[in-house]
T-cell receptor, first 111, second 112 residues
Framework: RKEVEQDPGPFNVPEGATVAFNCTYSNSASQSFFWYRQDCRKEPKLLMSVYSSGNEDGRFTAQLNRASQYISLLIRDSKLSDSATYLCVVSEDFGNEKLTFGTGTRLTIIP | ETGVTQSPTHLIKTRGQQVTLRCSSQSGHNTVSWYQQALGQGPQFIFQYYREEENGRGNFPPRFSGLQFPNYSSELNVNALELDDSALYLC???????????FGQGTRLTVV
């Protein structure tokens, strides 16, 4: 079983729609949680950290459910520029920067 | 831009050869981690250097080795290259041992 599991997609979504991604992780000792965005042939870039209380950044909302070991990302009013691969990422502890990535979910916004 | 730079950007090597990839971390950052991203996969942790010492290693064979210099720049060395080593190699830097990482643009290695 993979440590971080995501639906690879692809998700093809019309512009303006709302899209949700989910991710599960297997290590209950995981301490930090993130969503990264990766454009084609580019490096991953931090989109947002994820907290148990949930957090919002503009059109993006992230949620963490520690009991279910489940992380979600919601994108509202999707834009063409949101087309990318979204990587779910967890970190085991605060003393090591080791990040464990999911395989990513590919999103394409259709005009 | 993150301020993390990697060189070269692209590289083609023959199976069995050795390769050295380089990374300059963001100014003030003393931690560098290396990741391998195969096509269609998420990045996989290779190892991390903190203040010139290895601080954690992923599930990679010993022919993957690294180094961090006093200015906190880093090298990734891979010996006896195999076809499966073809991937995007990413360097990430951070200040201290926290999980917040800033990635360089990567080096795309092709082994033929």
């Amino acid at each position: 079983r993979k440590e971080v599991e995501q639906d690879p997609g692809p998700f093809n979504v019309p512009e303006g729609a709302t899209v949700a991604f989910n991710c599960t992780y297997s290590n209950s000792a995981s301490q930090s949680f993130f969503w990264y965005r990766q454009d084609c042939r580019k490096e991953p870039k931090l989109l947002m950290s994820v907290y148990s209380s949930g957090n919002e950044d503009g059109r993006f909302t992230a949620q963490l459910n520690r009991a279910s070991q489940y992380i979600s990302l919601l994108i509202r009013d999707s834009k063409l520029s949101d087309s990318a691969t979204y990587l779910c990422v967890v970190s085991e502890d605060f003393g090591n920067e080791k990040l464990t990535f999911g395989t990513g979910t590919r999103l394409t916004i259709i005009p | 831009e993150t301020g993390v730079t990697q060189s070269p950007t692209h590289l083609i090597k023959t199976r069995g050869q050795q390769v050295t990839l380089r990374c300059s971390s963001q100014s003030g950052h003393n931690t560098v981690s290396w990741y391998q991203q195969a096509l269609g996969q998420g990045p996989q942790f290779i190892f991390q250097y903190y203040r010139e010492e290895e601080n954690g290693r992923g599930n990679f064979p010993p022919r993957f080795s690294g180094l961090q210099f006093p200015n906190y720049s880093s090298e990734l060395n891979v010996n006896a290259l195999e076809l499966d080593d073809s991937a995007l190699y990413l360097c990430a830097s951070s200040l201290g041992l926290g999980p917040r990482a800033f990635f360089g643009q990567g080096t795309r290695l092709t082994v033929v």
